[in-house]
């Protein structure tokens, strides 16, 4: 469903003015660029639950003409990359990072060969590591976007081919023991989704 392109991935910052009351019209911001790039490399998701500490999602690209999960943490002060696990011989992308309540991060993608299957990655504050996930098409299955709710139950959205090989939305929910799917499906692809509480969840 992508295709990696030779290209250096830069970070923007929106950097705010000098602290104002709030009376006062704030100061102009400003995007800066993160001088630290990864060559050959593309992000599609980040989640930044404080200013030190920022997670960007995903892949770039190998001698081998194939793509690696890529995690890029923002501590305050310097960027650096994460270990992330991959399945060998497969293209492996990660789409959309979400930081949990209790400090921990979801990631999400997709992996394929000649099919395409979903990626599921936990972060436990120290390592990266695949986790469990669904994958209810034979051909075609994939994840673009995660969020956490405040419980802690993961919300996962993205699509697969149905047995006519049309797209169908498909949402994944993990409450901590098991994934499980949701019922209604709809036409289309869902590219990502927020989390505002339990029973208030939006796609797109």
């Given at each position: ?30 995007w800066v660029t993160d001088s630290t790039t990864v060559r050959d490399a593309v992000l599609f998701g980040v989640a930044a ?93 994939a994840l673009h976007g995660v969020d956490v709710a405040p419980s802690g139950d993961v919300y996962a959205a993205g699509a ?45």
């Amino acid at each position: 469903m992508r295709r990696l392109v030779g290209s250096l991935v830069c970070v923007l910052l929106l950097m705010g003015g000098a602290t104002v009351s709030s009376a006062q019209t704030p100061g102009p911001c400003r995007w800066v660029t993160d001088s630290t790039t990864v060559r050959d490399a593309v992000l599609f998701g980040v989640a930044a639950p404080e200013s030190t500490n920022v997670f960007a999602v995903g892949a770039r690209a190998t001698a081998q003409d194939r793509a690696v999960t890529l995690v890029r943490h923002w501590d305050g002060s310097a960027w650096e990359t994460q270990p992330s696990p991959n399945v060998n011989r497969q293209s492996n992308f990660l789409n959309d990072v979400a930081v949990a309540p209790d400090g921990t991060a979801w990631a999400v993608g997709e992996r394929s060969r000649l099919k395409s299957k979903t990626v599921v990655q936990r972060y436990d504050g120290t390592t990266w590591r695949m986790h469990q996930s669904l994958n209810p098409s034979e051909d075609l299955n994939a994840l673009h976007g995660v969020d956490v709710a405040p419980s802690g139950d993961v919300y996962a959205a993205g699509a697969r081919w149905n047995a006519k090989r049309r797209y169908r939305t498909m949402v994944h929910r993990y409450d901590g023991k098991a994934w499980t799917m949701a019922a209604k499906k709809f036409p289309g692809i869902f590219w990502d989704l927020d989390v505002v509480a339990e029973d208030d969840v939006w796609a797109v």
